[in-house]
């Protein structure tokens, strides 16, 4: 029916200093920081780190945009992602440090996060490409991000390194002209 539109699964909010203690406890080990954020923050993940990187990315010269996301029926916080290369020159951004409260995964949350951080670069910011690099063993990761438009477009063989062993990753974009998927 044209004219009813559907409420938002998720909001995107910008995340904020006093969002750390939350975004802190979800990611747990080594492990886990070294998948959601590489070698960005060191282990283990501290809350002031996380301070500091609200405060940087609220400043929209750095051009990142790093958003909470909240569930519009219960008002909790359920998840953080971040959106790079959001500056006026810019055609593209990568998505990058997704991640679901513990307590909310494996409940489909992650695929309407993708998918309202991609609708955003391309609604509302105007961008051309959306792209995401996933290490090739996070099956999970990669099967979201297909659901969602994405397309294989190469592989960084031994990417990053990580408790003496080397990882490799895949880069999957999607166009603007490609969404929303099929």
């Known amino acids: 029916m044209r004219g009813i539109s559907a409420a938002p699964a998720v909001l995107l909010e ?79 951004s990568t998505l990058r440090r997704v991640v679901v409260a513990p307590e909310r995964r494996r409940l489909g949350l992650g695929t309407e996060m993708v998918r309202a951080a991609v609708e955003l670069a391309f ?9 995401v690099r996933v290490f090739d063993d996070n099956h999970a990761a990669l099967a979201l991000y297909r659901r969602c438009g994405f397309t294989i477009e190469g592989r960084l063989r031994e990417y990053r390194r990580l408790g003496g062993r080397f990882r ?12 929303p998927p099929a």
């Open 123 to 131: 609604g509302n910011v105007g961008l051309h490409r959306v792209e």
């Open 14 to 92: 910008p995340f904020a200093p006093a969002d750390a203690p939350r975004l802190a406890g979800w990611v747990r080990s080594p492990e886990e920081l070294f998948a959601w954020a590489g070698a960005r923050f060191p282990a283990p993940l501290s809350e002031d780190d996380l301070r500091s990187h609200a405060v940087r990315a609220a400043d929209p010269a750095c051009g990142i945009r790093a958003l909470r996301v909240v569930d519009p029926a219960s008002g909790e916080v359920v998840g953080h992602l971040e959106l790079t290369g959001l500056l006026p020159e810019q055609t593209s």
């Open 168 to 179: 490799s990753a895949y880069v999957l974009g999607v166009l603007s002209s490609e969404w």
